[in-house]
């Protein structure tokens, strides 16, 4: 598949943005911390989230009726996203104003709770929006759902860190812990996945898809000589070396580069060079899972003349 | 209930293009809005097509066959870009099993072609939604038509016949009994998808000869060495003595 970059940045962004709210809905259900620092985390996390939506409307050939794509919310994926966002985007404004307003104790945590319910129905639907797709073997897989989550939260923890060291120093350190934790968690799933497809046989074949029954096809000519939208939507067309080279600098981004950061929960500086590494490297690990999947309708696209 | 499609003969195929091009004039000139091209006539030409003709080589040299192989939605019964679209632009039509997409909904996420196996949608990079083999819905009922033009144009168009339009859930129907009698297949039926249309398999008319089939025992015009030589003194009586 071609990575689009809207659908990169909108994974990615609101990833990071779950994670945090997660990261910060959990210090304040379970431990101390000043307003200030929710109210900043609240809004740091709706940056992020609102960054992400703004991205997704790049994919749109028709952005501007956008607001039609919540009426399949029974079947498609991609519609209960687009529901669950918004409303997700709506609890994290929310919990931050009732922490800004100075609420009651008991509305706090029922909004972070309802909050929190939400950041992990969003991560559900992002994720089955690609894990459904049957035909795509590379993202069939629980895996996907769950790398998303796990991604999102070991960037958000990072994300949290960073902001803890800015805002409220004491919580750094426990942050910069959690984020090691789930981001060493959230990489050997990752791993899992690449070492999953690596092993993956394609369901289709030349001969099922033209249904003749012969080892030895070859495409002569697919119709058209200057491409089609079946040519530029389902191919990333860059070598081999490209797709290694993205692989390699995700595994070290992802988890190694920021993990050694993390390590120093007393520098705001090194913590936030720890999120900006894992974010670069999220980029370039979604690029990656684009790309790497390879869709059955590429059979009928091999050959050009 | 009625299932519209078509079943191609790839036996009778020829490679023509003669059903992209009038499948191209039809829905591009139709109600429906023009079927863009981009760069038409330059050095890399695209557009949106329904249809597309596309050609195999099945075998290793010399032992080859040219397959070709005409190409479109499959209208399949169990439609996995239905289910994914999040505005319902995209619909199977529960009269007569056509799958559609209504232009005015479509927001153009490409969702849709992410989940078809056939690579049978293309986006319209002018209109921006996405686009896909009407089976000429706007043909196929048209009233003002004669009877028998009330097909898709791409069917009209066939010089050799080797696309048959009808109904696959009527037993009786022409495309029903292609597939039944001649082999009908569907493709990548891997996926579940239960394309209505079907495809009719390249078939060899061959003829087994034996060798004794090449050199008949009893051939007339070989008996003549088979007989005992007769003497020149004999009578010569027709064909069984010489002079």
């Known amino acids: 598949m071609r990575p689009a970059w809207s659908v990169i940045l909108l994974t990615t962004l609101i990833g990071a943005g779950q994670g945090l709210f997660l990261a910060l809905a959990a210090v304040d259900a379970f431990g101390e911390a000043p307003a200030r620092f929710f109210v900043a985390g609240a809004a740091a996390a709706l940056a992020l989230l609102g960054a992400g939506l703004a991205a997704s409307f790049f994919h749109l050939g028709r952005p501007e009726r956008a607001w039609r794509s919540a009426a399949m919310w029974r079947t498609s994926w991609l519609s209960r996203e687009v529901i669950v966002l918004p409303a997700f985007m709506a609890s994290v404004l929310a919990w931050g104003a009732a922490h800004y307003l100075g609420l009651s104790r008991e509305a706090v945590v029922f909004l972070a709770a309802v909050g929190s319910l939400l950041a992990a129905a969003l991560f559900l639907c992002t994720g089955m929006i690609y894990a459904c797709l049957e035909l795509l073997q590379e993202w069939h897989t629980p895996l996907t759902p769950l790398n998303y989550t796990a991604l999102g939260c070991a960037s958000g923890l990072t994300a949290a860190a960073a902001l803890a060291a800015w805002l409220h120093p004491p919580l750094a350190p426990a942050y910069a812990a959690a984020a090691l934790v789930s981001g060493a968690l959230a990489y050997l799933m990752r791993l899992a996945a690449l070492a999953r497809n690596a092993r993956l046989r394609p369901k289709s074949t030349l001969a099922s898809a033209i249904g003749i029954k012969h080892p030895r096809i070859t495409q002569i000519a697919q119709g058209a000589m200057g491409g089609s939208f079946n040519t530029r939507e389902f191919f990333h067309g860059r070598p081999r070396e490209v797709l290694r080279a993205v692989r390699w600098s995700f595994l070290a981004l992802v988890f190694p580069a920021p993990a050694a950061l993390l390590l120093f929960p007393q520098s705001l500086a090194l913590l936030a060079a720890a999120f900006a590494a894992q974010y670069a490297g999220l980029i370039a690990e979604r690029w990656y899972f684009f790309a790497e999947a390879n869709h059955p309708q590429n059979l009928y696209y091999q050959a050009i003349a | ?243």
Request: include cysteine; charged fraction near 25%.
């Open chain 2, 1 to 243: 209930m009625t299932q519209l499609a078509l079943v191609i003969d790839l036996n009778v195929c020829v490679g023509c293009h003669a059903c992209v091009t009038s499948c191209k004039q039809w829905n591009n000139a139709g109600e429906a809005g023009p079927l863009s091209d981009q760069n038409p006539y330059g050095a890399e030409p695209t557009g949106t097509f329904f249809n597309r003709v596309q050609t195999f080589e099945v075998g290793e040299f010399p032992n080859t066959e040219t397959v070709h192989f005409p190409k479109s939605c499959l209208h399949c019964e169990d439609p996995p870009c239905v289910p994914v679209c999040p505005t319902g632009a995209s619909y199977k039509r529960a009269e007569d099993g056509i799958v559609l997409v209504d232009y005015d909904k479509c927001i153009g996420c490409k969702y849709c072609s992410w989940a078809c196996p056939y690579g049978a949608r293309e986006i319209d990079e002018q209109q921006k939604v996405m686009k896909k083999c009407t089976l000429c819905v706007d043909r196929i009922y048209d009233a003002k038509l004669p009877e028998a033009e009330r097909k898709p144009a791409c069917v009209l168009a066939c010089p050799t016949s080797a696309r048959i339009f009808g109904d696959i859930h009527d037993p009786d129907s022409q495309a029903s009994r292609a597939i039944r009698e001649q082999g009908g297949y569907a493709l990548m039926p891997e996926w579940g998808t239960q394309p209505a249309n079907h495809y009719l398999p390249r078939r060899k008319t061959s003829v087994h000869l034996h060798a004794d089939e090449l050199q008949r025992e009893d051939n007339p015009l070989k008996v003549d060495g088979k007989l005992p030589r007769p003497a020149t003194s004999d009578p010569a009586l027709d064909d069984v003595t010489s002079w």
